[in-house]
């Protein structure tokens, strides 16, 4: 499961906005603020102890590592990619045979609370019972009240693929006797209820430091670095403590707030990269009342820095390598100074992103682009063309323009292993992956036969595309007038890789172009007729 924080990130690693510079307007973020919490009264059961077990698994974001790929949730079937060799993540409705269906209140509370399964087997803390153990009986068995109230999915737990001796459970009993630290919370006495229910969260079922940590050799999270961040599954989890430069610190409680219940933040950008996952699915759905206990409490951690800022001189002055890269590729939209365009384009200055220990959410951003945010535009993935030391070296560059002192530690290497599992709605992934539209009316819109829509894409060429982008555009709008500007956007975009995929004719750099100037003119079409 990955919690709350699961890639609290989007503070920093993928919001690829600065406090100093204009985002979507107090107005725009106080509407999604008002939607998300509308759609979370909706949609409670009726019985008060599962609605209170279906939060508290919200909370712990449950459903991202137990609900199958196929659409089944809490069914299992996922793999998480370990150091150690792939582990997947088990059915958890309450099927008897292959779910937990037979499993007593103590045997899912010493789940929780020790790492043992039914039968007492120790489990891999891929389950992250060392931040589970400070969850209360009381909520643990809230959420196991809600799973058994969930209709049972047979399906038979997948082999995991562990090395030697890493596939022996009983070494399993080493580990826990070094790093868990059994406990149920406890409130600090000195500190307000808010901040401690901040900390029951962030600490207990989020579980924030299991990315936000870091980790030490052995895969422990507990006693690594805490909250200042980390390298996780090929990204960079931020400093999410108070500290001024590399941390939350900068930001304000509201832009902190608004960033994490709807992934947007005045002065902050946008949310990209894994941080989606968690804000769709769990942060979105949190009360206010939670989030804002979730940003007293992080902001009343101690500041700790991740590095100590300094200035490279190969990446710095007229000659700086990666100076010509970023204005051939970058200043058209993020400006020579690198503070962007207000509402549009975010700054660079100050940028959580930009500024983490590690390089690797830049590189990402620079090879996959980023789907539109709100009133954000989408971002082409510029890294068409490029070599991994032209990625590398403008990496650096932004890393260390603009008073801007993050470690100009990126190079090729990192590229290249980045390359083959970078990719997003604005690109095209490896063996031709695209992207599936996620929101329902949109999806149906879209693939009506009736509409015209998939037609005028298939027929769609280099000359009539802004025309096509605007027909589109209006039947959308016309069939779907509640939906988001940036959901069509992303969706439209999605729509038409496939489409270009499929042209044998094309260079493969040439259909992520195409695909980036639909994009970009389906945005254009919606900026000017005002959608929001």
């Not at 993540?89 to 399964?117: A, C, M, S, Y």
């Not at 996780?232 to 941390?247: E, F, K």
């Not at 932004?398 to 990126?410: D, E, F, I, T």
């Amino acid at each position: 499961m990955l919690g709350i924080a699961g890639f609290l990130a989007g503070i920093m690693p993928f919001a690829m906005g600065a406090s100093a510079q204009a985002a979507p307007d107090d107005a725009a973020a106080k509407m999604q603020i008002d939607q998300a919490n509308k759609a979370l009264e909706d949609n409670q059961p009726k019985d008060p102890l599962i609605a209170r077990g279906k939060y508290l698994a919200t909370v712990g974001d449950c459903s991202a590592c137990h609900s199958a790929k196929d659409g089944r949730d809490y069914a299992g079937g996922q793999y998480m990619p370990t150091p150690f060799g792939p582990i997947s993540t088990p059915n958890i409705t309450p099927d008897k045979e292959t779910g937990i269906g037979d499993w007593t209140d103590d045997q899912f509370v010493r789940l929780f609370h020790e790492g043992l399964g039914k039968n007492g087997e120790h489990i891999y803390p891929v389950m992250p019972y060392p931040w589970f153990t400070k969850v209360s009986r009381d909520d643990a068995l809230a959420i196991k009240a809600y799973l058994f109230s969930l209709q049972p999915v047979h399906a038979p737990r997948l082999p995991n693929h562990l090395a030697f001796p890493f596939n022996v459970r009983a070494g399993l009993a080493v580990w826990d006797q070094l790093f868990l630290k059994e406990g149920v919370f406890k409130p600090d006495p000195s500190k307000s209820a808010e901040i401690n229910r901040g900390a029951y969260l962030v600490e207990g079922l989020g579980h924030c430091g299991e990315c936000h940590n870091g980790r030490n050799l052995l895969g422990d999270t507990q006693m690594a670095q805490s909250l200042r961040g980390g390298p996780i599954q090929d990204w960079y989890a931020p400093n999410i403590t108070s500290d001024m430069q590399n941390g939350i610190g900068k930001y304000s409680d509201d832009q902190v707030f608004s960033f994490l219940k709807t992934g947007v933040a005045p002065g902050m950008g946008v949310v990209a990269g894994p941080m989606s996952q968690t804000v769709h699915e769990s942060l979105s759905k949190l009360t206010d009342a939670d989030v804002h206990a979730i940003v007293a409490y992080l902001k009343s951690t101690p500041a700790e820095p991740s590095y100590t800022g300094k200035q490279d001189a190969a990446f710095t002055g007229p000659q700086a390598a990666g100076a010509q890269v970023y204005l051939n590729n970058c200043a058209s939209c993020h400006q020579l100074d690198g503070k962007g365009i207000g509402e549009n384009v975010p700054s660079l200055v100050n940028n959580g992103a930009v500024l983490a220990n590690g390089p690797e959410d830049v590189i990402r951003v620079i090879l996959s682009g980023i789907e539109a945010q709100a009133t954000y535009a989408p971002m082409p993935a510029v890294s068409v063309g490029m070599t991994d030391q032209q990625i590398a070296d403008v990496t650096n560059y932004v890393r260390q323009s603009w008073g801007n002192k993050a470690p100009a530690n990126a190079g090729p290497g990192t590229v290249g292993k980045l390359r083959a599992t970078s990719f997003s709605a604005m690109n095209i992934g490896p063996n031709g992956h695209c992207d599936t539209v996620v929101q329902p009316d949109l999806a149906r819109v879209i693939n009506d036969p009736k509409s015209g829509i998939m037609d005028a894409l298939r027929s769609m060429t280099l000359e009539n595309v802004l025309q096509t982008a605007g027909q589109v555009v209006s039947k959308v709008k016309a069939a779907a007038p509640q939906a988001k500007r940036a959901d069509i956007v992303n969706s439209l975009t999605i729509a038409y890789c496939p489409i270009v995929q499929a042209n044998s004719t094309v260079a493969e750099n040439q259909k992520v172009a195409e695909l980036d100037n639909f994009s970009e003119r389906v945005y254009s079409e919606l900026q000017t007729a005002g959608k929001e």
